[in-house]
Structures are given as structure tokens and as C-alpha cells.
């Protein structure tokens, strides 16, 4: 939720961004740090007290090197922005997140965003491989570089993905970048009654492993296209021109054996369907939805996916599910869009669905009522180490702060 | 006082795990690239209960900890440096705790061995992807420590990558685990890597991956070592990334083939060997691009190894390398650098002119896909004039990577031997965004000391175990 009456400021330059956090720290006040706005739904909503510092204008490409596979580019830069320039050289960086013209790269790894094709290109901290950080008193502070192995002291730049903006304000961030597969082919496959377990469990058993195989329940206006008796799976294979065929008969009789008679091959617009999924991760149904991420294991995901969506029925409210079967993750999104008493009903849906999963934690739903809710799931077991993180990052607590986990 | 030490670590391993006799602690006082100190005691603790009360008794009696895996480290991270301090060994702490198939991960413990691991989930048909030279005694935790390497990983990613979750023993004895899908801070990601600087990894949750169906490896042969390079940036630059893209010089080769009958070819100056896991369906493609590149790059053969053996004896001769090395000359010095992978020929020239210039044998054998260097020099150690032409062409290594946009460790790690080439590559800002997360875990500078962050002067010997 983005306050209203809260005050802006662009930085043009990170020498401007630094003397800007430099007076705000030494005079107490605090700032509010925002890429995008793509994921507003994440964390604690900003107290409307703070400086909102916008980093859009910290955008571009600073180096890029298409034979070294690496790039390096400014934090306010735009995913798209960044595709594009890729694309040319036919390269590409799965960060995988929604909305990609809008959200920027420093956004997307100071979310920790995590995408389904992670578990097989790796973890956006894992493609990063430099990062220019701006800590809360101004200095800058650079880690790793653009060789894409390098163990020269602590890890600093993948500690700073997924702290939220609370330790500093990521300007630059270096990637290593990845060859495009040779080809790319996309399904969508409705599920007739009583073919969910077997399609999920042969998805999962594929020797050649999808980039993205996903159960969809639910989403039927945001992600186009047939759905059966119990949702359909979305798949998403890339590889060379060679493996794809094989992959493409694998896949095909796999749904088979699981009683699924009809694959839609959505060839030419795979790359828009999988957008369009992308988007749906964090779709909102006016002020009337929420949506957790539930990080659970491959082998209890259905159960997980199942569990969740039926806790969401039960408040009578209409459950969206997204579940990754390569990775193991379960997004439900509750909403109701003719009701007025959502809010009655979310925190004591926050609490069944923290039965199913401690962690799971909130990635979208500007609702009035989230300051009450768990956002961020229970706290790590590590959670004391973290605070003393902040202290020693931020000791006066000037970036976001209160919007991340436990009160940090 | 150190009496007192020894009588209540006895008390709580058992006299039989706490070593203090010169000899046995002499031992201890090396890993393979320097020798330091003797520490104060060895321990070698079972459990992390055990762990955990040897670090509340050295607090007690001021004693730094160093944690060490099997001593084959390269840059004097294990060793005690001033002297004194407790050594932890997990030569008992070596099991897998627990093999989670069906969600291709594995709960072991950090004295378990690398290739052991690999070796323990193979009939799941997983494995354990990061592959050191050292894996056939190097283990998870000192792997875990270094964020080690190896050739797999020019597209499998380093240990980082493959860490799920840590439990960990802190500097005052409390345990804690961390997971890298917990809300909050990438702890994981912090103390992978940080030489055991910011706690002690009792076990690990770590990813397995599935076997390859199928693995190809070809062989590459170029009558000078640019060639060769020119041709690994161009198969990079194609957007082909094979499983590993190593290189090796002539002078590597002929001692390996001496040492392994490999069946490198002898009369190259430069050898590539690519590995390639995968399906059989990508292979021919995949072999059909690269020899086109490397014949266009003027490769003299290319050689596809047809059979298993063939495969294995071409990885053994790899994997050996270094260890063929001792056929040269007593002693040898490997140093570790990364340059962007586009700047490998100049960096494989200036390596040539630092070692000629310093009149001595280097040897290169390394990740080219990659940009990660390790020039061997060959020396003496009795021989003073070449112990100092070794620093001096090591020195120049680093100065000329730094140059080429590099950095001056791709997986050996910093430990003693770097620490205070840090501020080569990195400005005071940096340095202390780094030991903002010391202060949190290590506030009295006891886990590791001497190690990583710049200072002192070095005052320990190089040398190499015969």
C-alpha cells in the first residue's frame, strides 16, 4: 500500500541517492525504498511517515560483455529493459518475476522474488554475481565483480538478495547471463476428474525435466485457455531443437498414462502464457484478495496445494492455486469480490493457513488489514542473528523500517 | 592455563579425541599449500552437543577455534597461524544423517566426504554436484567453508548453490539452523564461504541432482595455448555451456600422461577436454558445434572417447593433474584467479611472462569455461632464490588479473595466504560492509583468526607436503 501523503524523492545519480540517505539517517528520518511497485504486496506496508525514495531513475545497462556471459546494470533498471537487450544476443536471465516492464532488477532481488524456473537455471542469487549496494549512511559498498566464480571474502551480494531494502539500496547488480535454449514449447492441459495425482506425479518423474510444470486451479481470467474437472497443468519446455522432440513425446505420453486426453501446444505464444502465469503469481481482485506463497517439499506439494485451497473454501471465500511441482512451491490466492467482509475473515484465514505451513508468507493483496496478518510467516530459527544483522547494517533503523520480518 | 584447557576438553570428548602432543599436533599445522603453527589442542568431536562444548570451553579460556575438514586446502585456512588455538576435526563426524530421495536432498554431516556423498546416493540415482579436484578426501564442510568448486561447476554453480541449510554452532556454543526458504536474511548464503569465520557448520541439508542419462567427453588438441583459449570463448560466446571445459598446457600433459597413460596427446601445447552430461539426443549437435569452433580455431585433432574407460582415464588424467605435477619438480605453488572468460589469452600470456620473467616451470591446468586460472609453478623449496621468484610470479598473477577485470580467488578461498591482497580488489567500504557481518557472529575475532580480512605480515612458511 502506498500512502498517499507520503513524500517522494528520484534520485538521479547513486551520488545524489547517497547524500540523500546520508542527511535522512543523520536527522532520523526514515525512508521507504521502492523499485516497481510490482510487488507491493510483500512485507509491511510503509507507515505513510516516511521519505519514499523511488530508484527508477537509477536505470540502465552499465556494462555487458555478450562473450563473457556477464552484465552488469543499475538497480532501477526495468526486467524488460534488461530482456530486450539480452534477447539481441539471444541470452537471458530467468528472474522470472511479474510484470517485468514495470519491475526493476534491484525490486526483484531485494523481494528475494523466486521464480518456477529456478530449479533448473538456479536462484536469482545465484546468477548474481557483483552487486553496488548503498548502505543507510550513505556509503557504498561493492561485493564480488564480473567473473562469474569468485570466492575473494564473504558472499555479500547474495546476503543482500531478499532483505527487503533493509540493509541498503541495491544500485547495481552483476549477473551472469544464460544462453537462450535452442527452442521453447508450451502446454496447457485441462484435468479431467480424477487425474490430478497421476499427472503431478508423472510431471515430476519426467527424465527430461521441464524449465516449468505447473498444477492451476483457479486464475481462469488471468491465465487463458480450457480448464478441466480439477484445473490443468501449464508446462514449459526448453531445449535444443534435438531434445525438444523427445521431450515433446515424453511429455505427451506421461500425460497420457495419467488419463489426460487433450494437450494443448501453444507454441508460438508460450513465452505470453507463461507472462501471463507470471502475473497471475500476484494478481489482485481489487482490495478483495490476498495471496501467500507456501514453500513446502515436491513430495508433500499436492497435499500442500490441496490443504491450502480447502482452508480458503472454507471461509467461503474463492481459492486460486498455483502449484510448482519442480519446485515446491504453493501459491493460493483467496478473494471475493462481491463481499465487503473480507477483512473479518482474512486474519483467521492467516492463521489456518500458517496451520498448514508456518512459512507461508503474503506476496500480494494491497488490504487494508495486512499490518495484522503474518506476512512474512514465522520467524527463522536464526531470527536473533538477523536483528542484530539490521543493528549493525542500519543502526538507526532509517531503511524501511517495520516492514520486514519480526518488526526489523 | 592451558593445562586446565586440555583436562576439561578431555572431560568432554574423552582423553582418546583431544590431541596435544607435538607430534600429534604437528599433523594439523599444515594444509597443502603452507604450514603454519601448532595449535593448543585437536579435538575431534562426535556430535554437535560436543561441538558445542568445546566452543564454550575455549571461550572460556580465550582459545580461537578453527574448524578443518581434511587439510587440503590451498590457502592456509586450517592452520593455526600465531599458534595455539583449537583445532576441530570432523574426522568423526562424517556420516550421511539422512537420504531424502524423493526431494533429491541429503542431511549429512560436514567430515562426510565429497565423493562420498556422490557415491552414497548413487543407487537413488542422484548425485552430489560440486566436484573439487580434491573430492576424494575433501569434505562437505570444508567445501561448504571455501564455497569450493570444480570443473562441473561452469554449469552446475559452486557449493553455494547447492547448500539448503546449515546448523551451526556459534561463537558462544548455541546452536542454530538456518534454511534458505526461511523468511529473512540469506544467513546460508553469508557463511557459505566465510572460512569459517562466522560459526561452525555442524551439518548441512544439501541438493542432489539426478544422474546424467548420458555423458560425453571430447578431446581437443591445439599447437598453442591462445588457440586453445580463443576457442573456449568462442564456444561461450555461442551460448554453448558444456557440463566442464577444462585446459590444460603442455607441460601438464606430459605429466599426467608420465603419471596416468591418460592418452593426451604429448606433442600439443594445449589440451581441452569437455565434458557433456545430458541426454544422447543433444550430444551429436552439441559435439558437431564445438569441433566446427575448435577447427576454426586451428585444432590439430579432435578426439570423441567412445567408451566408458576411455571417459574415465580422460577425467582421471584431469582430477590428477596437480598430483602429477610432483614428477616435475618437489615443490609447486598453485595459485587461483578468475578473469572474464573473453580475457583468458591475455591472461594466459601475462601467467607466462610473470613465470618467465621470475625464470620458472608453470604449468596450466584449469576451468577455461569459466575464466578460473591455476598456474602451477614448479620449485624448490631448499632453493631460496626460487621460493621468492614463486611469490613474485604469484604476485604478478593476481596483479594481472586484477588488470583484466578479474578477482584474485574463483575457489580456493582467501585464509591466510590472500588476505592481504583483499584490498586489491576491494576499497575500505567494502571490506567493512564484510566485517559488519563478523561483528554479529565472531565480535571477538576467535573463529578463524588471521584469516580473510586484511592485516599483519606473513610470517608463515610456503611450503608443500612432499
Not at chain 2, 574448524?67 to 586446502?73: E, I, N, S, V
Request: proline content about 5%.
Amino acid at each position: 500500500m502506498t500512502p498517499q501523503t507520503a513524500e517522494r524523492a528520484a534520485p538521479k545519480s547513486v551520488e545524489e541517492l547517497c547524500a540523500l540517505l546520508a542527511r535522512c539517517d543523520r536527522e532520523g528520518t526514515r525512508v521507504a525504498v521502492c523499485g516497481g511497485e510490482t510487488l507491493r504486496g510483500m512485507g509491511f506496508p510503509p507507515t505513510g511517515n516516511e521519505l519514499l525514495v523511488q530508484t527508477a531513475a537509477l536505470k540502465g545497462i552499465v556494462a555487458y560483455g555478450p562473450a563473457d556471459l556477464t552484465v552488469a546494470v543499475r538497480g532501477g533498471t526495468t526486467l524488460k529493459t534488461l530482456a530486450s537487450r539480452l534477447k539481441r544476443e539471444r541470452q537471458f536471465l530467468p528472474l522470472d518475476a511479474p510484470k517485468p516492464g514495470h519491475a526493476t532488477v534491484g525490486g526483484t532481488l531485494a523481494a528475494g522474488w523466486l521464480g518456477p524456473r529456478r530449479h533448473r537455471y538456479g536462484r536469482p542469487r545465484d546468477l548474481l554475481i557483483g552487486s553496488t549496494i548503498v548502505l543507510a549512511d550513505g556509503t557504498v559498498a561493492r561485493a564480488g565483480g564480473m567473473v562469474v566464480k569468485n570466492v575473494a571474502g564473504y558472499d555479500m551480494s547474495r546476503f543482500y538478495v531478499g532483505s527487503f531494502g533493509t540493509l541498503g539500496v541495491l544500485v547495481q547488480a552483476n549477473f551472469k547471463t544464460l544462453p537462450m535454449p535452442g527452442a521453447a514449447r508450451a502446454f496447457l492441459a485441462p484435468l479431467p476428474e480424477g487425474t490430478r495425482t497421476r499427472a503431478l506425479a508423472q510431471l515430476r518423474a519426467l527424465a527430461v525435466e521441464p524449465s516449468v510444470a505447473l498444477w492451476i486451479d483457479g486464475f481462469e481470467k488471468e491465465i487463458s485457455g480450457d480448464a478441466g474437472a480439477e484445473g490443468r497443468v501449464f508446462v514449459l519446455l526448453e531445449h535444443t531443437e534435438a531434445l525438444l522432440e523427445r521431450a515433446t513425446r515424453d511429455l505427451r505420453s506421461a500425460l497420457g498414462r495419467a488419463g489426460v486426453p487433450e494437450t494443448q501446444i501453444v507454441d508460438a505464444r508460450a513465452r505470453d502464457m507463461f507472462d501471463a502465469i507470471l502475473d497471475a503469481y500476484v494478481s489482485t481482485v481489487a482490495d478483495r484478495s490476498i495471496t501467500y506463497r507456501i514453500a513446502t517439499m515436491p513430495d508433500r506439494l499436492e497435499s500442500c496445494a490441496i490443504e491450502a485451497r480447502d482452508v480458503v473454501r472454507r471461509f467461503a471465500l474463492d481459492a486460486g492455486v498455483i502449484a510448482d511441482v519442480m519446485n515446491g512451491d504453493v501459491i493460493v490466492r483467496a478473494s471475493r469480490s462481491d463481499t465487503r467482509d473480507l477483512s473479518l475473515k482474512l486474519q483467521v484465514l492467516d492463521d489456518a493457513l500458517h496451520q498448514v505451513e508456518p512459512r507461508a508468507r503474503v506476496i500480494a493483496g494491497d488490504h487494508p488489514v495486512r499490518p495484522a496478518l503474518r506476512v512474512w510467516g514465522a520467524d527463522p530459527p536464526a531470527i536473533e542473528r538477523m536483528r542484530a544483522l539490521k543493528s549493525a547494517f542500519d543502526p538507526h533503523a532509517t531503511l524501511n523500517p517495520g516492514r520486514f520480518i519480526s518488526g526489523i | 592455563m592451558s593445562a586446565g584447557v586440555e583436562d576439561r576438553l578431555r572431560g568432554a570428548l574423552g582423553a582418546e579425541n583431544v590431541k596435544t602432543a607435538p607430534e600429534d599436533l604437528s599433523v594439523y599445522s599444515f594444509d597443502a599449500y603452507s604450514e603454519g603453527k601448532l595449535p593448543t589442542a585437536v579435538v575431534i568431536p562426535c556430535d554437535t552437543r560436543q561441538v558445542s562444548a568445546i566452543v564454550k570451553i575455549a571461550r572460556e579460556f580465550e582459545e580461537p577455534i578453527i574448524a578443518r575438514g581434511a587439510g587440503t586446502g590451498l590457502c592456509g585456512g586450517a592452520v593455526s597461524v600465531e599458534g595455539g588455538g583449537i583445532i576441530v576435526s570432523f574426522a568423526r563426524m562424517h556420516r550421511l544423517l539422512e537420504l531424502d530421495a524423493a526431494n533429491r536432498r541429503a542431511h549429512v554431516q560436514p567430515g562426510l566426504v565429497n565423493l562420498q556423498l556422490s557415491t552414497h546416493v548413487a543407487g537413488a540415482k542422484l548425485f552430489y554436484a560440486p566436484d573439487p579436484a580434491s573430492q576424494r578426501s575433501s569434505t562437505i564442510g570444508g567445501n561448504i567453508a571455501t564455497n569450493a568448486g570444480g570443473p562441473h561447476c561452469l554449469s552446475y554453480g559452486t557449493t553455494v548453490n547447492h547448500v539448503l541449510g546449515l546448523e551451526i554452532v556459534d561463537e558462544r556454543g548455541d546452536v542454530f539452523t538456518t534454511d534458505v526458504d526461511d523468511a529473512g536474511y540469506d544467513v546460508t548464503a553469508a557463511l557459505v564461504g566465510s572460512e569459517g569465520t562466522l560459526g561452525i557448520v555442524t551439518s548441512a541439508w544439501v541438493r542432489l541432482l539426478r544422474l546424467p542419462e548420458a555423458t560425453r567427453v571430447w578431446l581437443a588438441a591445439f599447437s598453442d595455448i591462445e588457440s586453445a583459449s580463443e576457442t573456449v570463448s568462442a564456444i561461450i560466446g555461442a551460448g554453448i555451456l558444456p557440463t566442464a571445459l577444462e585446459m590444460m598446457d603442455s607441460v601438464i600433459v606430459s605429466a599426467v600422461e608420465q603419471a596416468f597413460h591418460a592418452g593426451y596427446p604429448t606433442d600439443a601445447a594445449a589440451v581441452l577436454l569437455i565434458e557433456n552430461a545430458g541426454f544422447e539426443d543433444e550430444m551429436d549437435g552439441c559435439e558437431a558445434a564445438m569441433q566446427t569452433i575448435a577447427t576454426q580455431h586451428g585444432a590439430l585433432s579432435w578426439r570423441s572417447a567412445r567408451t566408458q574407460a576411455e571417459r574415465d582415464a580422460l577425467l582421471a588424467g584431469r582430477k590428477g593433474a596437480v598430483g602429477a605435477i610432483g614428477r616435475i619438480a618437489p615443490n609447486y605453488y598453485t595459485q587461483d584467479v578468475t578473469v572474464p572468460r573473453s580475457a583468458l589469452p591475455k591472461a594466459l600470456r601475462a601467467v607466462e611472462a610473470a613465470a618467465r620473467e621470475n625464470d620458472l616451470v608453470v604449468g596450466n591446468v584449469f576451468h577455461a569455461g569459466d575464466g578460473n586460472l591455476h598456474p602451477l609453478l614448479v620449485y624448490d623449496k631448499r632453493d631460496r632464490r626460487q621460493v621468492g621468484a614463486v611469490l613474485a610470479t604469484g604476485d604478478a598473477i593476481l596483479r594481472a588479473a586484477i588488470d583484466l577485470g578479474g578477482t584474485i580467488s574463483g575457489e580456493h578461498g582467501i585464509g591466510y595466504e590472500k588476505r592481504d591482497a583483499m584490498t586489491r580488489v576491494y576499497g575500505t567500504e567494502d571490506l567493512a560492509a564484510m566485517a559488519r557481518v563478523r561483528d554479529v557472529f565472531d565480535p571477538q575475532r576467535t573463529r578463524n583468526p588471521e584469516k580473510i580480512f586484511p592485516s599483519g605480515t606473513r610470517c608463515i612458511e610456503l611450503s608443500v607436503p612432499a
